[in-house]
């Protein structure tokens, strides 16, 4: 039997999709297993801003970009075939094509604040944390110029037409991460609006982490108290990945690589001890990687600890002191493979749930918490407990008389 291909998706009527429909298999396991009664924070969602770039654009300060951004919306004929077809699995994710179809009210608050609310409310989720999905291509720009234009004009819209309207949904916000002076400014300007919980940084691009430029957006993030995130992602154009012939080798190492990369740069280069209080998560690269980097690093540190003065204990130690997000989570046959992992990162304190929604290799609630090997508590802690405590984050709206897991009874 033929598989229907996108545009018979598109013929179909406005009645015929809804998020409600799309997960009603996820709200099966919110009700059996008491997601509805239990704080989830979903640390990694996104959403597709380029739905909006019309209204985005016109956040744009320098008038030449806007009027470029303007022509080029107006020239486009439905943006970029770029990978086609790869991160849609070819037409068979549905709520891609079909996404401009539902329909939201007609209230005030943003579209994007009564789809998001919709999926939440489907797999159990209390707070989300909002990327965009585009965007986070961006630190392959060729001009750094248009990277801070887009960086200020999106987080402007994001804080004024949804943040600021919503308590369910939050932020760390994008970095123009190639231009430190912008990255810095950025951090001054929007640090502490509603809404923003930290900042991020794409890793798919060619920062050096470790420079002297960049220390003064350290400085000022971990003043705000808020962490700093790297968010992965995949290049194909990248010229370790331009031998691979299949997306599957491109998207199993990319989101793996570019967080590698950056986080053996960050421990290699002290910045731990340079900045004890500024919490970092290393999102979205699965979770296999940091078991057999933090061992490799262990072993090149003690044949050649000279090069790294700053440290004052093993690389792995540092490890156990980051945050991760468990989306993409391997799944082994052998889940003693798993177990160890959760080990290498203390994940009943340091493990952060994402989703990943609406891409088609996410991961519901359910991923963390049917692990036979979990504690009740250590389930609680990754599910929500872990963020709240990270993020600071005023739950009393959910959860009036919340008490952490850890201080209930058994």
């Known amino acids: 039997m033929e598989l229907p291909t996108s545009h018979d998706f598109l013929r179909m009527s406005v009645e015929e999709f809804d998020t409600n429909k799309l997960l009603r298999h996820a709200a099966v396991q919110r009700d059996q297993r008491g997601f509805d009664k239990m704080l989830i924070v979903d640390v990694d969602a996104h959403h597709y801003e380029s739905d909006h770039m019309s209204e985005i654009a016109e956040y744009i300060r320098d008038p030449v970009l806007k009027q470029l951004t303007r022509s080029a919306r107006q020239t486009s004929a439905g943006g970029s075939t770029r990978n086609s077809g790869y991160q849609d699995m070819g037409g068979r994710v549905t709520r891609y094509p079909l996404r401009r179809l539902e329909q939201t009210p007609k209230d005030g608050k943003h579209r994007d604040v009564h789809l998001s609310h919709r999926w939440m409310d489907a797999m159990g989720v209390d707070y989300i944390c909002m990327f965009p999905t585009p965007m986070l291509t961006l630190g392959m720009v060729p001009q750094p110029g248009m990277e801070k234009a887009m960086a200020y004009a999106y987080n402007t819209w994001l804080c004024e037409r949804v943040l600021s309207t919503d308590n369910r949904i939050k ?31 794409t890793s798919v691009r060619n920062a050096p982490i470790w420079s002297n430029d960049y220390m003064k957006v350290y400085s000022a993030i971990q003043e705000l108290g808020v962490p700093l995130a790297f968010h992965s992602g995949f290049n194909w154009d990248d010229p370790m990945m331009r ?49 057999w980097l933090s061992q490799r690093l262990d072993n090149e540190y003690r044949m050649r600890s000279s090069e790294c003065p700053g440290l004052k204990k093993m690389p792995s130690e540092y490890f156990k002191d980051m945050y991760y997000t468990a989306q993409p989570m391997e799944k082994p046959d052998d889940m003693r493979l798993l177990e160890d992992t959760f ?17 088609w290799d996410m991961d519901l609630p359910s991923t963390i918490y049917d692990l036979p090997f979990l504690s009740e508590k250590a389930k609680r802690n990754i599910l929500g407990e872990n963020a709240r405590k990270l993020f600071n984050l005023d739950v009393s709206e959910r959860f009036p008389n919340y008490v952490p897991y850890a201080s209930a009874a058994e």
């Open 171 to 201: 932020s760390m916000l994008y970095l123009p991460f190639n231009d430190h002076k912008a990255a810095y400014d950025m951090v001054k300007e929007f640090g502490g609006r509603k809404g923003v919980i930290g900042f991020m940084v």
């Open 343 to 359: 080990r290498t990162v203390d994940a009943e304190n340091q493990l952060l749930y994402a989703s990943d929604y609406p891409h």
């Open 243 to 291: 031998n691979s012939n299949r997306f599957i080798t491109v998207h199993a190492l990319g989101f793996t690589w570019h967080n590698v990369y950056y986080c053996t740069n960050w421990v290699i280069n002290a910045m731990p001890e340079k900045f004890p209080k500024l919490p970092v998560i290393w999102i979205e690269g699965g979770l296999a990687w940091a078991t």
